[in-house]
């Protein structure tokens, strides 16, 4: 993620903010919030994974960097369970690399290259509330994620006979989907928040052996009201 595009996001995060009127929002309130169900909406940065040392797995023809850094979007569902826990879905989707088709590999053995396609996450988190503030509050943020969704590499391979003659074709698919955990830290105002955090795991699709893979991102999301 480049300084510039850094700026802009939080530029545009500041916007909200200020422009979001004082309203009657008393539903909004810790004391309030109770048993309610929110509907809200997000945009997330991720940014460049962090370093990892381990080789990428033979035959991997996706750059782990460029499939898992990028721009998403989503929809979240948040219910207040105490005043200051609530338990959170979300569904995110992101326009990025994915695997092919083997009907487009060439020649008897082969790999498809990477094109780009929806990829779709899922989210389930915990998040708890500091009212520390006066108007504002900070939250910390634990889940579980489903990250790529949607994503797939196809493998062709043509076995002969002696004599030179096509036995059978044997195509394989695998995805690169992983489960991580989902770690942030969170300043809520109202119905805005901004949020740092995580995507971690020390299982992959990408790597020979268990390596540590974690992606950070930056997320702004807005409250559209109650269901």
Same mark, same amino acid.
């Given at each position: 993620?480049?300084?510039?595009?850094?700026?802009?996001?939080?530029?545009?995060?500041?916007?909200?903010?200020?422009?979001?009127?004082?309203?009657?929002?008393?539903?909004?309130?810790?004391?309030?919030?109770?048993?309610?169900?929110?509907?809200?909406?997000?945009?997330?940065?991720?940014?460049?994974?962090?370093?990892?040392?381990?080789?990428?797995?033979?035959?991997?023809?996706?750059?782990?960097?460029?499939?898992?850094?990028?721009?998403?979007?989503?929809?979240?569902?948040?219910?207040?369970?105490?005043? =200051? #826990?609530? /338990? $959170?879905?979300?569904?995110?989707?992101?326009?990025?690399? *994915? +695997?092919?088709?083997?009907?487009? !590999?060439?020649?008897?053995?082969?790999?498809?290259?990477?094109?780009?396609?929806?990829?779709?996450?899922?989210?389930?988190?915990?998040?708890?509330?500091?009212?520390?503030?006066?108007?504002?509050?900070?939250?910390?943020?634990?889940?579980?994620?489903?990250?790529?969704?949607?994503?797939?590499?196809?493998?062709?391979?043509?076995?002969?006979?002696?004599?030179?003659?096509?036995?059978?074709?044997?195509?394989?698919?695998?995805?690169?989907?992983?489960?991580?955990? =989902? #770690?942030? /830290? $969170?300043?809520?105002?109202?119905?805005?928040?901004?949020? *740092? +955090?995580?995507?971690?795991?020390? !299982?992959?699709?990408?790597?020979?052996?268990?390596?540590?893979?974690?992606?950070?991102?930056?997320?702004?999301?807005?409250?559209?009201?109650?269901?």
């Amino acid at each position: 993620m480049t300084l510039k595009n850094l700026l802009s996001f939080s530029l545009l995060s500041l916007i909200f903010i200020n422009t979001t009127n004082a309203q009657d929002l008393d539903y909004l309130t810790p004391e309030n919030r109770i048993g309610q169900l929110f509907f809200k909406v997000s945009s997330e940065y991720r940014i460049t994974p962090l370093t990892y040392t381990e080789p990428i797995k033979p035959g991997v023809t996706v750059d782990p960097d460029l499939q898992n850094s990028g721009m998403a979007f989503a929809y979240n569902l948040d219910m207040f369970i105490t005043k =200051n #826990l609530n /338990l $959170g879905f979300s569904n995110s989707l992101r326009y990025d690399y *994915l +695997g092919g088709d083997i009907a487009q !590999i060439k020649g008897d053995f082969g790999k498809k290259p990477s094109n780009r396609g929806l990829i779709i996450g899922y989210h389930f988190y915990l998040d708890y509330h500091f009212k520390i503030f006066k108007e504002s509050e900070l939250f910390i943020r634990v889940g579980k994620s489903l990250l790529n969704r949607g994503t797939n590499i196809n493998s062709k391979t043509t076995f002969f006979d002696s004599e030179g003659n096509v036995l059978t074709v044997l195509d394989s698919s695998s995805d690169f989907s992983y489960e991580p955990s =989902n #770690l942030g /830290l $969170g300043w809520k105002k109202r119905k805005i928040e901004i949020m *740092l +955090g995580f995507y971690t795991s020390s !299982i992959s699709e990408y790597f020979e052996e268990n390596v540590n893979f974690t992606v950070p991102y930056f997320k702004f999301s807005y409250n559209l009201g109650r269901l």
